[in-house]
């Protein structure tokens, strides 16, 4: 029960950070490692020792996995590689653009992941709008459409992953059974967010903050090919060598870093640092990274406890329709962290229990993965928009947790039809 309250007292601090004004990372560090305090005064501390170890491990993938990534994002736009995109979208229309960019999520997500499609994706927005409000907008319609394209491929989502990983579904299941309500599930909150929106974008002013020569034209388009390529090399070498996507990225990282050393080793030391991995390193923004850990942190504590098993147990018992019980388990991951979610409905139905593909597999699949949209701390692509784009928790809440409620349930309905 102290578990409990402490998390949720940290959970309210990181909803009501502005109020309080505290960075919600502080809340997130402070709650993560008070829950395992709590935990070790009821616990054998070797025994817990071993858990926390087993929960750095997963949480190391995840959040080297985060970091990985933004920085292969971060030296992109270093070398103005997002222009190769930009430039070739020219629209001004609010509704248009909207438009483009939830495709392009919702099908990057799918070959990428939707961790790393959010973070290309919101990069990409801020060259496109200089207006804060054309930013939420747009960043709120990256967080749904990444989440829902990552649901109906095995490398799209964690959960996902997990599910293709235990054998409880398969690539030709997910692709067959949920594209449909992935695509209903994402066009509700477009089709509410574009009734709202009028008018053309403003442009932001290209304005030279470097000191340095920029790149040139060819090793812009170099580093945004080379960068491309090995985000897409990621689920290609975890299903090539069975490595986390961690290892993959970080391979990714290496390649990119050593090519962006060998084009700029001519140059001087001001012009190698700015358009360097080191230069990126230092421009990324590590808040969310540790704000990522943080919660990370506190779930993994709650699943150590037995909190999180109790809670799908409590279902079970209470709910007893598996679609209902389904539906809920995508509700909680509004709020709790999809993986522990997943993790435990695997424990408390073993595949004995249901087959590969069968339909709770794959409609946990669906749930899990974009029930996490309702609200923007309930998924890793909310999570980093959230840190990337500054946008606050109420601001979502206000503007696209009612719009992905509906989508999430107009998508659920629609698996069911189907099924």
């Not at 060259?127 to 799209?156: E, Q």
């Not at 066009?187 to 403003?202: D, E, F, H, Q, Y």
């Not at 990225?249 to 870093?257: A, D, K, Q």
Request: charged share 10%; net charge neutral.
């Amino acid at each position: 029960m102290l578990l409990v309250i402490c998390f949720a007292i940290g959970y309210l601090a990181i909803v009501f950070e502005h109020p309080l004004r505290v960075n919600k990372t502080v809340s997130a560090l402070i709650m993560g490692v008070i829950c395992w305090t709590v935990l070790v005064t009821d616990h054998d501390s070797a025994h817990l020792n071993e858990q926390l170890l087993h929960h750095f491990a997963g949480i190391a993938q995840i959040v080297f996995f985060l970091l990985g990534a933004m920085v292969i994002v971060e030296l992109i736009d270093a070398h103005d590689g997002f222009e190769l995109i930009t430039s070739r979208i020219t629209t001004t229309s609010r509704r248009k653009l909207l438009l483009v960019i939830s495709i392009l999520s919702f099908l990057l997500s799918a070959v990428l992941d939707n961790l790393t499609t959010s973070i290309v994706m919101i990069s990409l927005v801020r060259k496109l709008t200089a207006d804060d409000n054309d930013r939420l907008n747009f960043g709120g319609i990256v967080i749904i459409a990444a989440n829902a394209g990552g649901v109906w491929s095995p490398i799209g989502d964690v959960t996902t992953t997990m599910l293709w990983v235990g054998n409880q579904v398969t690539t030709t299941g997910l692709l067959s059974t949920l594209i449909v309500p992935a695509l209903v599930c994402v066009s509700v909150p477009i089709a509410w967010v574009m009734i709202r929106l009028k008018g053309n974008i403003t442009r932001p002013e290209i304005v030279e903050t470097r000191t340095t020569t920029p790149s040139t034209a060819g090793e812009r388009t170099l580093v945004f090919s080379v960068g491309t390529a090995v985000l897409v090399f990621v689920p290609v070498f975890k299903t090539l060598t069975g490595l986390p996507p961690v290892m993959g990225i970080l391979l990714g990282l290496g390649v990119l870093w050593a090519v962006t050393e060998v084009m700029h080793k001519n140059k001087n030391d001001g012009s190698r640092s700015a358009l360097s991995a080191a230069g990126a390193l230092q421009r990324i923004d590590s808040q969310s990274v540790l704000f990522f850990l943080g919660i990370l942190l506190a779930i993994g504590a709650l699943e150590t406890a037995g909190t999180l098993r109790q809670l799908s147990g409590f279902f079970d018992r209470e709910i007893g329709n598996i679609d209902a019980i389904t539906l809920t388990i995508g509700l909680s991951s509004a709020v709790i962290d999809n993986v522990p979610l997943v993790a435990a409905s695997q424990g408390m139905y073993p595949i004995e229990t249901f087959g590969t593909d069968h339909h709770f597999w794959l409609f946990l699949a669906y749930c899990a993965g974009t029930g996490g949209s309702i609200l923007i701390i309930g998924s890793a692509a909310g999570i980093a928009v959230m840190g990337i784009q500054r946008i606050t928790f109420g601001a979502y809440v206000k503007r696209f947790s009612l719009p992905a409620l509906l989508g999430y349930f107009a998508g659920a309905l629609a698996y069911l039809a189907m099924r």
